[in-house]
């Protein structure tokens, strides 16, 4: 079976670039191959503040709730993603389903 290299330095550059970014967008590498290559990225579920949410949505009488839902559905779930190079050198993300 053949191996995927990285055709050029630049597009080696890229896949990296991409990886630091999602890392300081606070993902963590969970797995990681040099020789296809692609990285499976995780960032955790925040924590809501949800006494400080319910008492916004007291003082806009009802109108912060909107936003409340939002948070709780965005942000209460774990994302895992996959960054990869194809054949092409093109980089893509795609969703992985959670554990």
């Known amino acids: 079976m053949e191996t995927y290299q990285f055709t050029t330095e630049k597009e080696f550059a890229k896949f990296q670039?991409?990886?630091?970014?999602?890392?300081?967008?606070?993902?963590?590498?969970?797995?990681?191959?040099?020789?296809?290559?692609?990285?499976?990225?995780?960032?955790?579920?925040?924590?809501i503040d949800h006494a400080f949410h319910l008492f916004l949505t007291f003082i806009t009488i009802g109108l912060w709730?909107?936003?409340?839902?939002?948070?709780?559905i965005t942000l209460n779930k774990k994302k895992n993603i996959l960054v990869a190079v194809d054949e092409d050198g093109n980089i893509f993300e795609e969703k992985c389903l959670s554990e």
Do not use: A, C, H, M
């Open 65 to 72: 709730s909107v936003v409340w839902i939002y948070w709780i």
């Open 17 to 47: 670039k991409t990886l630091s970014t999602k890392i300081n967008n606070g993902f963590v590498i969970i797995e990681r191959n040099d020789k296809l290559p692609y990285v499976v990225l995780r960032k955790e579920k925040k924590q």
